[in-house]
C-alpha cells in the first residue's frame, strides 16, 4: 500500500473530468487523482511536493488519491465507508467541503450544505450525516489538519469564509473566491479575497 509520495510534481493532468497529477519519485513517475484545489495549491510545476495517498484497490484497477493534508484523507477514507459512495462523490464532497467545514456541518445536520456537493441530493446528504458521525471523528473547534510542513490550512480558510458570509457575500461567491486561495494568515486571505471579489 502506497501511503505517501514525495517527489517532483512533473505534471498537471485534466482527463475524463478529474484532475490528476504526475508525480515523479526517484524516477518513476505516479499519477495522482485530486481535487481541484489541491492540484492548485502543490504549486507550479517541477517543485518539490509531498501528498498523503490513498491507494485504492479493486479488482483489475488501482487510482492513488493524492491530499495535502492527513485529515482531508481520513475524511476521503470515511466516507468511502458510507453505503453508496465511490471515490468520485468522496473526492467531489472534499472538492467542497475541508474537513473543518464537514464536521461543522455534521454538527449542524447542515443538509442543505452538503446539497451543495454535486451529485448529492437532500435524501443521500441526510443519510450521510447519520452515517457519517458514526465514523468521522474530527475536532470542531480544533485544527484537524495540517499541511507537510505542519501548517494549519483551512482553519484560516474557514475564518475568511466565515467573514465574508458576515459581509453579505453569497455561498457560491464566496467558495469561487475561496477555490485556489492557500495560506494560514487569515488577514492576508481575506484582503486577496476581498480585493478578488472587487474585480468580479
Do not use: W
Amino acid at each position: 500500500m502506497i501511503g505517501s509520495l514525495r517527489g517532483l510534481l512533473l505534471e498537471r493532468i485534466e482527463e475524463s473530468g478529474r484532475d490528476e497529477v504526475l508525480v515523479d519519485v526517484a524516477g518513476v513517475g505516479y499519477r495522482v487523482v485530486v481535487t481541484p484545489t489541491t492540484a492548485l495549491r502543490l504549486g507550479e510545476v517541477g517543485t518539490e511536493v509531498f501528498v498523503h495517498v490513498h491507494h485504492h484497490i479493486r479488482e483489475g484497477d488501482q487510482t492513488l488519491y493524492g491530499f495535502m493534508e492527513r485529515a482531508e484523507r481520513s475524511c476521503f477514507e470515511a466516507l468511502l465507508s458510507a453505503h453508496g459512495v465511490g471515490p468520485s462523490l468522496a473526492l467531489a464532497v472534499l472538492g467542497v467541503h475541508g474537513p473543518v467545514e464537514l464536521a461543522r456541518l455534521l454538527a449542524d445536520d447542515d443538509v442543505a450544505a452538503l446539497c451543495l456537493v454535486p451529485g448529492i441530493g437532500k435524501k443521500t446528504a441526510t443519510r450521510l450525516l447519520v452515517e457519517l458521525k458514526n465514523s468521522l471523528e474530527l475536532p470542531i473547534d480544533g485544527v484537524p489538519g495540517a499541511d507537510s510542513e505542519g501548517t494549519p490550512v483551512h482553519s484560516a480558510l474557514v475564518e475568511v469564509q466565515q467573514a465574508l458570509g458576515g459581509l453579505g457575500y453569497s455561498q457560491d461567491e464566496v467558495r469561487a473566491v475561496l477555490a485556489d486561495l492557500g495560506g494560514n494568515d487569515p488577514a492576508v486571505l481575506l484582503r486577496e479575497a476581498l480585493q478578488r471579489l472587487a474585480r468580479a
